[in-house]
């Protein structure tokens, strides 16, 4: 009997014990299907990659496991030392997440990993990206580009360097003239810090665009503005020309003197590149026609004015190219008012696809002058002028483009009244 009891008396506690343990355990095992452990990996940048300073957009991959209640922040370690913090998204995407590498570490290699949490607490590390190469970031643009003519054959051209970790400049040109295109190339690598160079052996019948951009090991910065040798200016006189098809070059200059008794006109042999007086002029005038050139033929213009003893200096000079064969004016230009107020312009192109566009002009009002208005490219025959006025007369006329500074002759002149 008294062994009876000795049973009885514990068996009562150890019952307790193991119902505790049993059902301890599956509390547990509870706990831990409902608490998921997040997943995370990174697509790059990756062992043995190459960055470059500043900000580089890390492409991950994160997610929370099956049973969890979603993702809270990340944590970034860069030589496993932690760098930022970035919460989830509100929407519950994951967040742009940035190497951000500062120019202390250029030319070293660094490791970096991302830890994810969830809202749990679990988290979870990614695997730890080695060996990342830091080359420097991309120079600044430099800006500012400007020329400037030295003689017929050479120009200098200056910028603004704007950056201070260039390891040196490239200069590029573009060539237009004579009917052909050479497209932009380098054509000259320059060293670092340099803000000016010269081109030289330039023909003065063509015209050279140029840009320049800043170099390093990280590649090339945005090109500066485009700059062209047509685009010089031409002083207080501003001697302009254009070509009509093969036969004849129009000048036009401004007449700043106020004492002249007449401009003399030169113009340059084409067999000796050597000027000669074309033609003497009264005061007063500020243009003058050439009839006397022949097609495919380059030639370069002067102007000077005279008094009853001296001769001025010279004024800038201009060269021109004209066209190898006649080409007939665009016929049958028409107009059709729009809605806005506008006005819808039409025309026939007869250049049998010589035309690299046409240039639409107009004046305004009876006594006004031509002014270009706006072009439009070879394949297209129609223009829509949406800058008129209510109750105002307007004059068009177009000519299409043949070459830089040729032309064909003008349509006849089309007048249109604004109700």
């Known amino acids: 009997m008294k062994a009876?009891?000795?049973?009885?008396?514990?068996?009562?506690?150890?019952?307790?014990?193991?119902?505790?343990?049993?059902?301890?355990?599956?509390?547990?095992?509870?706990?831990?299907?409902?608490?998921?452990?997040?997943?995370i990996s990174i697509n790059s940048p990756k062992?043995?990659?190459t960055v470059s300073v500043g900000k580089t957009t890390i492409n991950y991959q994160a997610a929370d496991g099956s049973s969890g209640t979603g993702l809270s922040f990340y944590e970034l370690y860069v030589n496993k030392v932690?760098?930022?913090?970035?919460?989830?998204?509100?929407?519950g995407t994951n967040p742009i997440i940035y190497l951000e590498v500062d120019s202390t570490l250029i030319h070293t290699r660094i490791n970096y990993s991302l830890k994810v949490y969830n809202t749990t607490g679990k988290s979870k590390e990614s695997q730890l990206q080695e060996n990342i190469y830091v080359k420097d970031k991309i120079p600044n643009t430099p800006t500012n580009l400007l020329l400037t003519r030295?003689?017929?054959?050479t120009i200098t051209l200056k910028w603004d360097d704007n950056s201070k970790n260039e390891t040196?400049?490239?200069?590029w040109r573009k060539d237009l003239g004579n009917g052909t295109v050479i497209d932009y190339r380098i054509i000259k690598s320059l060293?670092?810090?340099?803000?000016?160079?010269?081109?030289?052996?330039?023909?003065?019948?063509?015209d050279y665009y140029y840009k320049v951009r800043a170099i390093n090991e990280s590649g090339a910065s945005v090109y500066s503005n485009e700059i062209s040798t047509s685009s010089l200016p031409g002083g207080p006189w501003n001697l302009k020309v254009e070509a009509t098809g093969t036969s004849l070059v129009k000048l036009t200059w401004v007449d700043f003197a106020s004492?002249?008794?007449?401009?003399?006109?030169?113009?340059?042999d084409p067999s000796t590149n050597n000027f000669k007086v074309l033609a003497i002029t009264g005061p007063n005038v500020t243009e003058y026609s050439d009839n006397t050139v022949a097609a495919s033929s380059s030639y370069k213009y002067r102007v000077a004015f005279f008094t009853q003893t001296t001769l001025s200096g010279y004024s800038n000079e201009v060269s021109i190219s004209t066209f190898h064969t006649d080409v007939t004016a665009p016929t049958n230009l028409a107009a059709t008012l729009v809605a806005g107020p506008g006005v819808k312009l039409t025309w026939v192109d007869n250049s049998k696809n010589l035309s690299k566009?046409?240039?639409?002009?107009?004046?305004?009002?009876?006594?006004?002058?031509?002014?270009?208005?706006?072009?439009?490219?070879?394949?297209?025959?129609?223009?829509?002028?949406?800058?008129?006025?209510?109750?105002?007369?307007?004059?068009?006329?177009?000519?299409q483009k043949l070459d830089n500074n040729v032309y064909t002759p003008y349509t006849s002149t089309l007048r249109v009244d604004i109700p």
Request: hydrophobic share 30%; aromatic share 12%; net charge negative.
């Open 4 to 39: 009876v009891s000795h049973i009885k008396k514990y068996a009562q506690p150890i019952l307790f014990l193991l119902l505790t343990i049993i059902f301890g355990c599956v509390e547990s095992i509870t706990d831990t299907q409902t608490s998921t452990t997040p997943t």
């Open 47 to 49: 062992t043995g990659d």
């Open 82 to 91: 932690f760098v930022k913090r970035y919460n989830q998204n509100t929407d």
């Open 150 to 153: 030295l003689n017929d054959f």
């Open 168 to 171: 040196g400049f490239e200069l």
């Open 191 to 206: 060293s670092v810090n340099t803000i000016s160079t010269t081109d030289g052996s330039l023909s003065p019948y063509i």
């Open 259 to 268: 004492t002249e008794q007449g401009f003399q006109i030169e113009r340059t």
């Open 357 to 399: 566009g046409a240039v639409i002009e107009r004046q305004t009002g009876t006594t006004g002058q031509f002014i270009e208005i706006g072009s439009v490219t070879a394949d297209i025959v129609e223009y829509t002028d949406r800058t008129v006025k209510n109750g105002t007369t307007y004059f068009y006329r177009i000519r």
